[in-house]
């Protein structure tokens, strides 16, 4: 949404707040403005079929012991007024009551980007031709720059609002990929996927990115944003990689196909990230995931004993910890002890904040409790009160269910 056109109140609700007119800042964005004088306004913009005086008292007041309530929405409502008419809007009445009901004035054109992005899905839906519809439905996408009144998260009618918003964008975003995926349209399926992932994070939206990607023929660039989505959603936010994604990956895989070369060529190619260092294999969440599926299978065979260590970060108390710069250090200083104390032929990978899984391949579990006692050595550090907290599980072949 331009703010491009004279005398037309333009207001932002979708990823932030603002009121603009004729270039000028009127409320929300970077300028310092009253909070009740900002409830208000988006209160009575976005309540097109009014509020309420009941109603209007309440969303501005139900924190507040005041004694008389009406006097202080009269107060409001004034102190409104006269900052609306020196920010240089038009002297009209701006907030209008009718039996008991208050508006927002109907004298002023106003452009709000949560109406248009609604009324844009709607005229899409009304489109016969499919480009028409592709088109509409793709600036409908764009025109969701984010949550509905972030700001206001706390606030139950907005926190409603917001959930309503990114349910219709969520919907918007699936209809829209589809429309591309039957017109082949992979670039823009790519570009929606990206912005998508942008505006609504943690929403497995990269799935979409990776579908396009990979009908492009573009497989490596899809499998790394495969990892790096499954390394942020792991150790940025402690989130185990979906479902979905994980499912998406597995259809990437089959689709891929490599031109033909001689078996020396590809042997080179495999082992090419090999090196001769000392210490575990790190690798990524869903390498290790296949390493682990692999041995699980090669177990059917016997004569091997394996391990799986899930090693975290504890506090002083024992309690793990969750957040913060000294975590951050703590965890690096994890993943450096582990790898330099487990042997070459184990694996091991990020897993959260402050966490490492670790495949000990071959061993005893008395063997496990020595290599904790050589990672703790590693990982300690004088009189430090931090730890590592240590859980330990046998890895069972079981036969598939028939």
Same mark, same amino acid.
């Given at each position: 949404?331009?703010?491009?056109?004279?005398?037309?109140?333009?207001?932002?609700?979708?990823?932030?707040? +603002?009121?603009?007119?004729?270039?000028?800042?009127?409320?929300?964005? /970077?300028?310092?403005?009253? +909070?009740?004088?900002?409830?208000?306004? #988006?209160?009575?913009?976005?309540?097109?079929?009014?509020?309420?005086?009941?109603?209007?008292?309440?969303?501005?007041?139900? *924190?507040?012991?005041?004694?008389?309530?009406?006097?202080?929405?009269?107060?409001?409502?004034?102190?409104?007024?006269?900052?609306?008419?020196?920010?240089?809007?038009?002297?009209?009445?701006?907030?209008?009551?009718?039996?008991?009901?208050?508006?927002?004035?109907?004298?002023?054109?106003?452009?709000?980007?949560?109406? @248009?992005? @609604?009324?844009?899905?709607?005229? =899409?839906?009304?489109?016969?031709?499919?480009?028409?519809?592709?088109? &509409?439905?793709?600036?409908?996408?764009? &025109?969701? %720059?984010?949550?509905? @009144?972030?700001?206001?998260? +706390?606030?139950?009618?907005?926190?409603?609002?917001?959930?309503?918003?990114? *349910?219709?964008?969520? #919907?918007?975003?699936?209809?829209?990929?589809?429309?591309?995926?039957?017109?082949?349209?992979?670039?823009?399926?790519?570009?929606?996927?990206?912005?998508?992932?942008?505006?609504?994070?943690? =929403?497995?939206?990269?799935?979409?990115?990776?579908?396009?990607?990979?009908?492009?023929?573009?497989?490596?660039? =899809?499998?790394? &944003?495969?990892?790096?989505?499954?390394?942020?959603? @792991?150790? *940025?936010?402690?989130?185990?990689?979906?479902?979905?994604?994980? #499912?998406?990956?597995?259809?990437?895989?089959? #689709?891929?196909?490599?031109?033909? =070369?001689?078996?020396?060529?590809?042997?080179?190619?495999?082992?090419?990230?090999?090196?001769?260092?000392?210490?575990?294999?790190?690798?990524?969440?869903?390498?290790?995931?296949?390493?682990?599926?692999?041995?699980?299978?090669?177990?059917?065979?016997?004569?091997?004993?394996?391990?799986?260590?899930?090693?975290?970060?504890?506090?002083?108390?024992?309690?793990?910890?969750?957040?913060?710069?000294?975590? %951050?250090?703590?965890?690096?200083?994890?993943?450096?002890?582990?790898? /330099?104390?487990?042997?070459?032929?184990?694996?091991?990978?990020?897993?959260?904040?402050?966490?490492?899984?670790?495949?000990?391949?071959?061993?005893?579990?008395?063997?496990?409790?020595?290599?904790?006692?050589?990672?703790?050595?590693?990982?300690?550090?004088?009189?430090?009160?931090?730890?590592?907290?240590?859980?330990?599980?046998?890895?069972?072949?079981?036969?598939?269910?028939?």
């Amino acid at each position: 949404m331009k703010a491009n056109k004279p005398d037309v109140l333009y207001v932002r609700m979708l990823g932030g707040f +603002s009121v603009q007119y004729n270039g000028k800042l009127i409320a929300g964005g /970077s300028k310092a403005t009253d +909070s009740q004088f900002t409830d208000l306004l #988006q209160i009575l913009i976005h309540s097109r079929d009014g509020v309420t005086r009941d109603k209007l008292e309440e969303l501005l007041f139900y *924190e507040r012991d005041i004694s008389n309530v009406h006097h202080a929405l009269q107060s409001v409502i004034y102190n409104s007024k006269k900052k609306l008419e020196k920010a240089g809007l038009p002297k009209v009445q701006y907030i209008v009551q009718k039996k008991g009901v208050f508006f927002w004035t109907d004298e002023i054109p106003m452009e709000v980007d949560a109406d @248009l992005f @609604l009324n844009t899905i709607e005229n =899409a839906k009304k489109k016969e031709d499919i480009h028409e519809k592709q088109e &509409l439905y793709l600036d409908a996408c764009y &025109l969701y %720059t984010g949550e509905f @009144l972030p700001g206001q998260s +706390s606030v139950i009618w907005a926190a409603q609002e917001a959930r309503r918003y990114k *349910e219709i964008f969520c #919907q918007c975003v699936e209809t829209t990929a589809e429309l591309l995926r039957n017109t082949q349209d992979y670039f823009h399926m790519r570009e929606l996927g990206l912005y998508a992932s942008k505006v609504d994070p943690l =929403a497995d939206w990269e799935v979409i990115t990776m579908e396009a990607l990979a009908c492009l023929n573009r497989y490596e660039d =899809a499998r790394q &944003l495969y990892e790096s989505t499954v390394d942020y959603y @792991l150790n *940025e936010q402690g989130l185990r990689p979906s479902k979905k994604l994980m #499912q998406q990956f597995g259809r990437l895989g089959d #689709q891929m196909q490599y031109k033909h =070369a001689a078996l020396d060529m590809i042997q080179g190619e495999l082992g090419s990230t090999d090196t001769d260092l000392p210490g575990g294999y790190l690798c990524t969440y869903p390498v290790f995931q296949g390493i682990y599926q692999m041995v699980k299978r090669m177990l059917e065979r016997g004569g091997q004993s394996v391990y799986l260590m899930l090693c975290t970060v504890v506090d002083s108390k024992g309690n793990p910890m969750k957040e913060g710069e000294v975590l %951050t250090q703590l965890s690096a200083r994890l993943i450096d002890a582990v790898h /330099s104390t487990i042997r070459r032929g184990d694996a091991m990978t990020r897993y959260g904040k402050g966490q490492c899984l670790v495949l000990l391949v071959n061993t005893t579990r008395e063997n496990c409790t020595v290599i904790q006692r050589r990672i703790n050595a590693k990982f300690i550090i004088g009189r430090q009160r931090t730890g590592v907290e240590y859980h330990v599980s046998s890895v069972i072949w079981a036969p598939p269910v028939k």
